[in-house]
């Protein structure tokens, strides 16, 4: 039998050690594990490696007693158990500041991505798509005060609700979900749409032929009884069959995040871009390069390299040197529909990555005006897609919710596989546009780098809005 002292000196803090005990004395309720209490979370992570480490150190220290094998190299009782928390006995393993990421691990900032309880859920609206009405574009005068409501906005937001307010990071949210922008800006958000660059979102139209294959697959019994002759017609052949394998499983309503994710929005994408070689598509926690490239600007990465946030779906385009991220996607959770608050955080987050890439495309073509670049982004909320944009103009960035497509959820709305497909299709368009925009400018910038203009004179009239970090947690001394 172990002696009570084998299991004093394997923690680094006596709060590890006695979440632990608690523990192994079944004294603790697995609600304690999603508890609101601040850094709960996070405590019970961490004293969970400790406890599968512990556990592990203990069954082999009863192996060698039980065998009579004095020669292990068990911890001493003045060493300490070694993993990858590195935690001091002042630690309550909640505090380390940082939004690096290790072996693969998610950063603080993006665990705080995950806690719904910092969003003041009355603030948000159901979003919707708003059209770009006939009017004028707002002046400097009109943009200064703009700028001023918003300056001042930001002043009095209370320090625990900067987190997910998207005035704080000078995002200007267009489609009524953010509650307290639509009221501050209320008067101007119709001429601001008038400012901004083309961020109009057309859906495609398939053509007769296209139209009269789908119909023949929707009301096939057996798909192989349906003939396809070009590739186009292969491909439609091909999402339908995976689309009907999703609706008519039994588990259609109920699936966690990533199979939601393979199941009914993978397909839409694979037939729509995946094939293209411009692109590279990368899913499920993806980093964003253009995150990581401004969180370490200034700093020192090989004493603290900090990595990007973790995109659900990432595109990329290789024909450029810095290798581009091109747009991003967000899936707010799986079926049912996730709550309020994730679906807004997830929203936030997607305008968080499209403004970096941005920034970053502003940063490689400097001394090009790349001002009226829009960069585009989707979200999945259940069985609905959701197409973003996001320019920037009057100092502010801008987010626009342009197009909301169904997803198909059963055989009675399967007609539902075209218009998600038209809404890929047209994000393909948006991306391919943006592509072209990209190599244009690059070009253009050569040609002046090439005519014997030094890069340090190299400057450009627009003024970019600022780009604000997430608010940094203190640390406990």
């Known amino acids: 039998m172990l002696r009570p002292c084998i299991i004093q000196n394997k923690f680094k803090s006596k709060r590890a050690e006695d979440f632990w005990r608690k523990l192994e004395n079944k004294q603790l309720s697995d609600d304690v594990k999603f508890s609101k209490e601040k850094h709960a979370k996070k405590l019970v992570i961490n004293v969970l490696r400790e406890h599968d480490a512990v556990s592990r150190l203990m069954a082999s220290e009863a192996d060698q007693q039980c065998s009579n094998d004095d020669n ?91 987190l997910y307010n998207p005035l704080f990071y000078h995002i200007v949210d267009h489609s009524g979900q953010h509650g307290p922008t639509t009221k501050l ?17 057309d859906l495609p139209s398939l053509s007769a032929e296209q139209e009269k294959f789908f119909d023949e697959l929707f009301a ?75 969180r370490n600007l200034g700093g020192d990465p090989t004493e603290r390299a900090r990595m990007g946030y973790r995109v659900d779906v990432l595109v990329k385009f290789h024909g450029l040197h810095w290798s581009p991220d091109l747009a991003c996607g967000e899936i707010s959770g ?67 919710l342009t197009y909301e497509a169904p997803l198909p959820s059963s055989k009675w709305d399967i007609c539902n596989t075209k218009i998600a497909y038209c809404t890929m299709l047209g994000f393909f368009q948006k991306l391919n546009t943006t592509k072209k925009i990209l190599v244009d400018l690059n070009n253009i910038r050569t040609k002046i780098l090439c005519s014997g203009v030094k890069r340090k004179k190299l400057s450009t009239s627009f003024s970019s809005p600022p780009i604000i970090g997430s608010p940094a947690k203190k640390r406990r001394k």
């Open 72 to 162: 292990g190299d068990g911890f001493s009782n003045g060493e300490s158990l070694s993993n990858d928390n590195d935690l001091s006995d002042d630690d309550d393993l909640s505090d380390n500041n940082n939004d690096d990421f290790s072996n693969g691990s998610k950063s603080e900032k993006d665990e705080e991505c995950e806690n719904e309880d910092n969003v003041d859920v009355t603030e948000l609206r159901e979003p919707c798509v708003t059209e770009a009405d006939i009017g004028k574009a707002l002046t400097s005068d009109e943009w200064m005060e703009v700028q001023a409501l918003v300056e001042d906005y930001r002043s009095k937001i209370p320090k625990t609700r900067c």
């Open 334 to 400: 799986g079926l049912p529909r996730c709550s309020r608050a994730k679906e807004w955080i997830d929203t936030l987050k997607l305008g968080w990555e499209l403004r970096d890439v941005w920034a970053l495309t502003q940063d490689q073509l400097n001394g090009v005006d790349a001002s009226t670049l829009v960069v585009w982004g989707f979200t999945i909320v259940a069985r609905t897609i959701r197409i973003y944009a996001l320019a920037a103009a009057g100092g502010l960035f801008h987010l626009i």
């Open 220 to 294: 096939a019994e057996d798909l192989q009884d349906v003939r396809a002759r070009t590739p186009d017609q292969r491909t439609a052949k091909k999402l339908v069959d995976r689309i009907n394998d999703s609706i008519n499983c039994s588990n259609k309503d109920d699936n966690p995040e990533y199979e939601h994710t393979m199941r009914n929005v993978i397909p839409f994408i694979d037939a729509s871009i995946r094939d293209v070689s411009d692109y590279v598509i990368r899913y499920f926690e993806s980093t964003l390069r253009a995150t990581a490239i401004r």
């Open 185 to 201: 800006l209320k008067q101007y958000l119709t001429s601001m749409r008038q400012s901004l660059p083309n961020v109009s979102f």
